[in-house]
């Protein structure tokens, strides 16, 4: 079985300033990462997705993320926050063989101004 | 491109009462899930369609809950009857191909359900 680990619930940052949401993930399989952003009343939007390839994946809107096997991590940064960042996110894996989405509990990410 | 359409937006309802929820995907795609995402949780699958064929079913709670995707294209879920339980989001999505995995997911708005 596959779980997500999201391991801030709340991140409160200042406008232009670096962030880092953190995601861990469990599986005895082979996994693809994704990360989904939710702004209030709308649905989730892709913000990036690991495939294969490089660890180093870069997304809309500025954010990228780094696929670390060893460690189980897909943490999400982005080097200046704005305003309009304020918003869900969520980590997501799927088994490689399958499209089922497993979802963390979510990051709820505040841009102070 | 239009995105994946829902409908309603926003149900309230009285408990042991059904209702249902719609959901129309991007032109195109083969594969159509239903989401639950309770409040402050992060969205769990409740089926995966491939075409018409209903390929992952597990988490569905078959007792109350029930979908069809008739013709492969346009989705219903209902719920009958209705629990306090239920109030939820609840998100369609679609993708292009389902098998493999890695294909990205385009959620629709959600419909938010209120069971009094």
């Known amino acids: 079985a596959q779980s997500v680990t999201q391991l801030d619930s709340q991140v409160p940052v200042f406008e232009e300033a670096p962030v880092e949401l953190r995601c861990n993930y469990s599986?005895?399989?082979?996994?693809?990462l994704f990360w989904y952003v939710q702004y209030p009343n709308q649905g989730l939007q892709l913000l990036l997705k690991y495939l294969s390839g490089s660890t180093l994946v870069k997304g809309i809107n500025g954010f990228e993320a780094e696929f670390n096997k060893s460690q189980t991590s897909f943490h999400l940064r982005k080097p200046s926050v704005h305003i309009s960042d304020t918003a869900e996110y969520f980590c997501?894996?799927?088994?490689?063989?399958?499209?089922?989405?497993?979802f963390g509990q979510g990051t709820t990410l505040q841009v102070k101004p | 491109e239009a995105g994946v359409v829902q409908s309603p937006r926003y149900k309230i309802i009285e408990k042991k009462q059904p209702v249902a929820f719609w959901c129309n995907p991007i032109?195109?795609?083969?594969?159509l899930y239903w989401y639950l995402q309770n409040l402050g949780q992060g969205p769990e699958l409740l089926i995966r369609?491939?075409?018409?064929?209903?390929?992952?079913d597990s988490q569905l709670p078959k007792d109350r809950f029930s979908a069809e995707r008739l013709k492969g294209v346009d989705s219903t879920l209902k719920i009958q009857p209705a629990e306090l339980g239920d109030s939820a989001v609840y998100l369609c999505a679609s993708s292009l191909f389902g098998q493999g995995g890695g294909d990205t997911q385009y959620f629709g708005p959600g419909t938010r359900l209120t069971v009094l």
């Open positions: 997501a894996v799927t088994p490689s063989n399958t499209g089922k989405l497993i």
């Open positions: 032109s195109g795609h083969n594969t």
């Open positions: 599986s005895s399989v082979s996994v693809y």
């Open positions: 369609y491939e075409n018409e064929e209903a390929v992952d």
